[in-house]
Every structure is written in structure tokens, then in C-alpha cells.
């Protein structure tokens, strides 16, 4: 399941490198294959955010879905959109002057639709030394049920951490506790110092 998330992604630049606008059609045909109702890359801003609420909001509201499910859906797309924008290191006025810097602080995230369940599917780059932490967090929130995430939640609410990218640690154990299910995840290594992080969450 999570290795439809980078391949897609390469598919979806495969079809428009080609200069023949039929491909539009094929990467269409693409993404409703795979029962994409949402895709999108590029750098994560305040503005982005909040009209891809809205799209999402709307299209929930017309699927014939349990109202419960299509809450929690909503719910756990929030904080994964959130948890991608608290990680960009760079000031956006910054990005604007250096091209190179668009590049390497973009994210990819998807919204996927079938067999009953939705699937919400992130990818951001992330240096090795905080891949390593996000790792054992990960590891640690897989490995608690229901009332240990609840417990695990208060505890570092309680310890106050907090750093500039928001409150540490809580986005994942937010998105685990209102997704139900465990986090599936992958690094990718892109260069020495970079690697890919890929985020699958099912919610059913």
C-alpha cells in the first residue's frame, strides 16, 4: 500500500514530461485507477492549507459515507496537512529567491478512497539526524494501543515541549489516535544527508 506513493508520483511526471496532451487523459485515467479523489505537490503554505480543506470538505459531504467516517477522515487529513507545514524550515519569502530551495521543501500528499477504507499518503524530505528521531517516535506510537496514545498524549502535553514547527510530538500521536489504526511509514534515501519520509494512514 505505501509504495503507491512515490511511483504514482513518478507516473504523474512521466505522463507530463511528454509533450502529447493525450497523456492528460492517461494521468487522469491514472489517478482514478488508483481511486485518487485528491492529489497535490508542491510547497505547503498557510493559503494551500486552507483551500484544500474546503475542496475536501465539500467532496466529503457528497460521498455516501458513514457521517462518523467522513469526520474522522477530515479530522486526520488536517493534522497530516498541518504536521507537512510545521516542517519546512524556510521562510516562503525565502523560497521565492532561491529556486533550489522550492524544490527540496516541497511535499506530495494524497487522498485515496476504496474497499471501504480512505487513505491519506504524505511525502516530505526530512535530514537523516531527524529521520532517526522520527523513526523511534513512529515505533513508539505503533507500538502503544488505544489508552497507552491516550496516556503518551498527556504526558508530553504535560512536559510542555514545544519548538518553533508547534507542539513536539503530538501531531503523530493525534493522527494515530483519531486515525484507529497504526502508521505506516518508509524513508527513502535521496542523497547522503536526505531522505524521502512516506506517511500511509488508513481510516476506516
Known amino acids: 500500500m505505501l509504495r503507491y506513493l512515490i511511483p504514482i508520483v513518478y507516473i504523474c511526471e512521466y505522463l507530463l514530461s511528454d509533450m502529447s496532451i493525450s497523456n492528460v487523459y492517461q494521468l487522469f485515467k491514472t489517478l482514478e485507477k488508483d481511486s485518487i479523489l485528491l492529489s497535490f505537490k508542491g510547497l505547503v503554505t498557510a493559503e494551500l492549507l486552507s483551500s484544500i480543506l474546503h475542496i475536501m470538505e465539500s467532496k ?112 503523530m500521536i493525534d493522527i494515530a489516535r483519531k486515525s484507529g489504526n497504526k502508521l505506516e511509514y518508509e524513508f527513502v534515501q535521496v542523497t547522503e544527508d536526505i531522505k524521502f519520509f512516506c506517511l500511509n494512514v488508513k481510516i476506516d
Open 60 to 171: 466529503l459531504t457528497h460521498l455516501q459515507e458513514d457521517s462518523k467516517l467522513k469526520k474522522k477522515v477530515f479530522n486526520v487529513l488536517v493534522e497530516c496537512l498541518q504536521n507537512l507545514y510545521h516542517h519546512i524550515d524556510v521562510h516562503e519569502d525565502d523560497i521565492k529567491e532561491d529556486i533550489e530551495l522550492l524544490d527540496k521543501k516541497s511535499a506530495v500528499f494524497m487522498i485515496a478512497r476504496f474497499g471501504g477504507s480512505f487513505y491519506v499518503r504524505t511525502g516530505n524530505y526530512v535530514e537523516n539526524k531527524d529521520a532517526t528521531k522520527l523513526m523511534r517516535r513512529l515505533d513508539k506510537i505503533n507500538s502503544l494501543d488505544k489508552e497507552e496514545l491516550r496516556l503518551y498524549y498527556q504526558e508530553i502535553l504535560g512536559n510542555g515541549g514545544r519548538s518553533g514547527k508547534g507542539t513536539a510530538g503530538l501531531g
